[in-house]
């Protein structure tokens, strides 16, 4: 970057009034942005970064000092003094000025330090494009929001696994199963997402700082010591796609969006069992609405509510997705910007479903006798019926559904409940299908008994509570081992912040020590 004409000034605290001087970032365009471009497009921009990524910018700077440093650009008196104004910003203290900073971050501070600074430093930001830079600032705001994401999982798959309920397909009574094994199911989704959520971060673990714009540096920075002071993993091996490539916004958008599809199904669950016709759960009062007209209704429109959120997670996936689509492959506004502009939007949406449906399942209750009714009036038993006539009775299994089938048209046409058994009726289907048999009264009622039906499943995985039970443990030790999995990855990434900042502590020190030593270089 060019040296800029501004006149240096003395070091000001940040408690006293500052009137910064017009400077020329550029001899190419000669005005400053447009107001409408300010209102619409920058000011927006400004406010976001400023609010979500300041901190990164900061940190993302000082590890620049460092490797000028390292280079022989700047001094350590440079360094130290640099540092201590950056230290200084706040979102209070930084102003968007289309007549100082063009009303861009990196501009603004670039321009809050050179007005503040009288310490010899021609060589800050020389060499140094703002494309790698902006880009990596965008990763880091993949961490706290998959924390929260993780902590919302892990208190969702932690809840109701000993209540029993009724289990459709097709939207018709089908088996009994129970709300753990329900339940496992929606943390098995959960889980699944957090396990992808973490290989994705992993594979985009790469830091783009010195890429430059699209090519590479001139100087030869120390890319692998800027990207693990950064907490990345290793610096992005390719400057084009560091600057130019996005695609990690798709595949997080994508992974949320698949998740938020998964959970909308349950919630859609969740809104007809808490309807009148079934009546299976029940929300408390301070999660529930009301009728302006119909004073018997008790609403849980806030099920509504969450899988309206869980939508716009996909609609923004397609936002990203249409706004990079077709684009040229390099460094784009319209990519860096205005295709991910609804990223904060993303997070903040899938955080507030997370977080209220945790809520939902933390305060939900199942009416264990609504659901026992419901299971004990529908027919649930049949496919056990039929395995009884085909493992006992040596009937083809074709058949044994047919007769079955035939047994309970009757028993319904007969007004007769599913544990009203008639043996004799039966009897008497199989022998017009030519088939004599000797199952005991016992043996049928227990095809129909709701209990039996829960319990006699025996593969792993199924609806068993010792099957349920046995998965709830493997779940545990999956979600225990992700987490611990996020946090290594956390704490890296506060000890980076936390080691460039004592770096700069230690430099300071050491130049303090010089400077009373009359030995300052």
């Given at each position: 970057?060019?040296?800029?004409?501004?006149?240096p000034?003395?070091?000001?605290?940040?408690n006293k009034p500052?009137?910064?001087k017009?400077?020329t970032?550029?001899?190419?365009?000669?005005a400053p942005?447009?107001?409408l471009?300010?209102?619409?497009l920058?000011?927006p921009?400004?406010?976001?970064?400023?609010?979500?990524?300041l901190n990164w910018?900061?940190?993302i700077e000082?590890v620049?000092l460092?490797?000028?440093?390292r280079?022989?650009?700047?001094?350590r008196?440079?360094?130290v003094?640099?540092?201590?104004?950056l230290?200084?910003?706040t979102?209070e203290t930084?102003?968007?000025?289309?007549?100082?900073n063009?009303a861009?971050?990196?501009?603004?501070?670039?321009?809050?330090?050179?007005?503040?600074?009288t310490?010899?430093r021609?060589?800050?930001?020389?060499?140094r494009?703002r494309?790698?830079f902006?880009?990596c600032?965008?990763?880091?705001?993949?961490?706290?929001?998959l924390?929260?994401?993780?902590?919302?999982v892990h208190?969702l798959?932690?809840?109701?696994i000993?209540?029993?309920?009724?289990?459709?397909?097709?939207?018709?009574a089908?088996?009994v199963?129970?709300?753990?094994f329900?339940?496992?199911?929606?943390s098995?989704?959960?889980?699944?997402?957090?396990e992808?959520?973490?290989?994705?971060?992993?594979?985009i673990?790469?830091?783009p700082l010195?890429a430059g714009?699209?090519?590479?540096?001139?100087?030869l920075?120390?890319?692998?010591?800027m990207?693990h002071l950064?907490?990345?993993?290793q610096?992005?091996?390719h400057?084009l796609?560091a600057?130019?490539?996005?695609?990690?916004v798709?595949?997080?958008a994508?992974e949320l969006?698949?998740?938020?599809?998964?959970?909308?199904r349950?919630?859609?669950?969740?809104?007809?069992?808490?309807?009148?016709?079934?009546g299976?759960?029940d929300l408390?009062?301070?999660l529930?609405?009301?009728s302006?007209?119909m004073p018997?209704?008790?609403?849980?429109?806030?099920?509504?509510?969450?899988?309206?959120k869980?939508a716009?997670?996909?609609?923004?996936?397609?936002?990203?997705l249409?706004?990079?689509?077709?684009?040229?492959?390099?460094?784009?506004?319209?990519?860096?910007k205005?295709?991910?502009s609804?990223?904060f939007?993303l997070w903040?949406e899938?955080?507030?479903?997370?977080q209220?449906?945790t809520?939902?399942?933390?305060?939900?209750?199942?009416r264990?006798?609504?659901?026992?009714a419901s299971?004990e009036?529908?027919?649930?038993?049949?496919?056990?019926?039929a395995n009884?006539l085909t493992?006992?009775?040596?009937i083809?299994?074709?058949t044994?559904?047919?007769?079955?089938?035939r047994?309970?048209?009757?028993?319904?046409?007969?007004d007769r409940?599913?544990?009203?058994v008639?043996?004799?009726?039966?009897?008497?289907?199989?022998?017009?299908?030519?088939?004599?048999?000797t199952i005991?009264?016992?043996?049928?009622?227990?095809?129909?008994?709701v209990?039996?039906?829960?319990?006699?499943k025996?593969?792993?995985g199924s609806?068993?509570?010792?099957?349920?039970?046995?998965l709830l443990?493997?779940?545990?030790?999956d979600?225990?081992?992700a987490?611990?999995k996020?946090?290594?990855?956390?704490?890296?990434?506060?000890k980076?912040y936390?080691?460039v900042n004592a770096?700069?502590?230690?430099f300071?020190?050491?130049?303090?020590?010089?400077?009373?030593?009359g030995?300052?270089?």
């Amino acid at each position: 970057m060019d040296e800029l004409p501004a006149e240096p000034v003395k070091e000001q605290s940040i408690n006293k009034p500052h009137e910064p001087k017009q400077v020329t970032l550029t001899g190419r365009i000669q005005a400053p942005p447009d107001t409408l471009l300010q209102d619409l497009l920058l000011n927006p921009q400004f406010t976001y970064e400023l609010h979500h990524l300041l901190n990164w910018y900061i940190l993302i700077e000082k590890v620049q000092l460092l490797e000028h440093e390292r280079l022989g650009l700047l001094g350590r008196e440079a360094v130290v003094k640099i540092s201590a104004v950056l230290d200084q910003i706040t979102p209070e203290t930084l102003l968007a000025d289309p007549q100082i900073n063009m009303a861009d971050m990196a501009f603004a501070i670039e321009q809050y330090v050179e007005q503040r600074l009288t310490v010899e430093r021609h060589c800050w930001h020389v060499d140094r494009s703002r494309n790698d830079f902006q880009a990596c600032e965008q990763l880091f705001t993949l961490a706290g929001c998959l924390f929260i994401l993780v902590q919302a999982v892990h208190r969702l798959a932690e809840k109701y696994i000993d209540v029993v309920m009724p289990g459709y397909t097709h939207y018709q009574a089908a088996q009994v199963i129970s709300p753990a094994f329900y339940l496992s199911a929606l943390s098995e989704e959960v889980l699944g997402a957090v396990e992808r959520l973490l290989l994705i971060y992993d594979n985009i673990n790469a830091c783009p700082l010195g890429a430059g714009s699209m090519a590479g540096q001139e100087l030869l920075w120390d890319r692998e010591r800027m990207a693990h002071l950064l907490g990345f993993a290793q610096p992005q091996r390719h400057a084009l796609l560091a600057v130019a490539s996005r695609s990690w916004v798709l595949q997080i958008a994508a992974e949320l969006s698949t998740l938020a599809v998964a959970l909308s199904r349950f919630v859609t669950d969740f809104i007809a069992w808490g309807s009148s016709e079934y009546g299976f759960i029940d929300l408390p009062d301070e999660l529930a609405s009301i009728s302006s007209l119909m004073p018997q209704k008790k609403n849980f429109t806030i099920l509504e509510r969450i899988r309206g959120k869980l939508a716009h997670v996909s609609s923004f996936y397609v936002d990203f997705l249409l706004g990079q689509r077709s684009t040229a492959y390099t460094n784009l506004v319209e990519v860096s910007k205005e295709a991910g502009s609804y990223l904060f939007s993303l997070w903040s949406e899938m955080q507030a479903a997370l977080q209220l449906l945790t809520m939902v399942i933390e305060r939900m209750q199942f009416r264990e006798a609504q659901m026992r009714a419901s299971c004990e009036r529908e027919y649930l038993g049949g496919s056990s019926i039929a395995n009884l006539l085909t493992l006992q009775g040596k009937i083809p299994y074709r058949t044994a559904q047919v007769i079955t089938g035939r047994y309970i048209l009757l028993s319904l046409e007969q007004d007769r409940q599913p544990t009203q058994v008639d043996t004799a009726l039966l009897h008497t289907l199989c022998q017009q299908y030519g088939y004599e048999i000797t199952i005991a009264q016992e043996e049928l009622q227990q095809t129909c008994d709701v209990d039996q039906n829960l319990r006699k499943k025996q593969t792993a995985g199924s609806v068993s509570p010792e099957a349920v039970r046995v998965l709830l443990v493997r779940q545990a030790e999956d979600i225990k081992l992700a987490h611990s999995k996020w946090e290594q990855r956390r704490v890296s990434l506060e000890k980076a912040y936390r080691d460039v900042n004592a770096l700069m502590v230690t430099f300071r020190e050491e130049w303090e020590r010089e400077q009373r030593a009359g030995k300052v270089v």
